[in-house]
T-cell receptor, first 109, second 117 residues
Framework: GQNIDQPTEMTATEGAIVQINCTYQTSGFNGLFWYQQHAGEAPTFLSY????GLEEKGRFSSFLSRSKGYSYLLLKELQMKDSASYLCAVRDRGYQLTFGKGTKLSVIP | KAGVTQTPRYLIKTRGQQVTLSCSPI?????VSWYQQTPGQGLQFLFE???????NKGNFPGRFSGRQFSNSRSEMNVSTLELGDSALYLC????????????????FGEGSRLTVL
């Protein structure tokens, strides 16, 4: 089975940097994913980590430490449109993708 | 390319009834996954199909079932509906990965919002 933990809510200021943490426990790790979900919309894929380290994609970066069961999503130069829920998801060796409950990020002026 | 299409978008049922939800994946995608989303539990995995075979199944009772057709379209069925089944049901498709199944990059439909009265 898998257990994924991430903060329920976070608030940050426009233009700032925010880090959303995710810890997980899994019986067989095969990749960690981050998704963004705006209110009333479907989730959309943001990033993928399978090896330790940082993956950068524009204003968004994702980090993974497999030994610690830990990942974070870093959002730079926050914009109002970044207000959304951010979902951490872990894939196991059977290719089942399990999502955390999500972190609701509010960006304030 | 058209996105993932789910029908119906909204439906209301009463306890004890059954419901069938439909999902048409993106053309070329052979993996289809279903998730239930509620405010309290978030996205919970129901099942995944690949080439008409169920590859994975989540921890839901047997009242929840699904299938995939040869054209990759998928349906899920919930029988004997309960009030707690009220949720947004999301379907997601993916290109096939190296070992089959999904790549992890899922493309979600807009969902079917089920209300059970």
């Amino acid at each position: 089975g898998q257990n994924i933990d991430q903060p329920t809510e976070m608030t940050a200021t426009e233009g700032a940097i925010v880090q959303i943490n995710c810890t997980y426990q899994t019986s067989g790790f095969n990749g960690l994913f981050w998704y963004q979900q705006h209110a009333g919309e479907a989730p959309t894929f943001l990033s993928y980590n399978v090896l330790d380290g940082l993956e950068e994609k524009g204003r968004f970066s994702s980090f993974l430490s497999r030994s610690k069961g830990y990942s974070y999503l870093l959002l730079k130069e926050l914009q109002m449109k970044d207000s959304a829920s951010y979902l951490c998801a872990v894939r196991d060796r059977g290719y089942q993708l399990t999502f955390g409950k999500g972190t609701k990020l509010s960006v304030i002026p | 390319k058209a996105g993932v299409t789910q029908t119906p978008r909204y439906l209301i049922k009463t306890r004890g009834q059954q419901v069938t939800l439909s999902c048409s994946p993106i053309s070329g995608h052979r993996s289809v996954s279903w998730y239930q989303q509620t405010p309290g539990q978030g996205l919970q995995f129901l099942f995944e199909y690949f080439s008409e075979t169920q590859r994975n199944k989540g921890n839901f009772p047997g009242r929840f079932s699904g299938r995939q057709f040869s054209n990759s379209r998928s349906e899920m069925n919930v029988s004997t509906l309960e009030l707690g089944d009220s949720a947004l049901y999301l379907c997601a498709s993916s290109e096939p990965g190296l070992a089959g199944g999904n790549t992890g990059e899922l493309f979600f439909g807009e969902g079917s919002r089920l209300t059970v009265l």
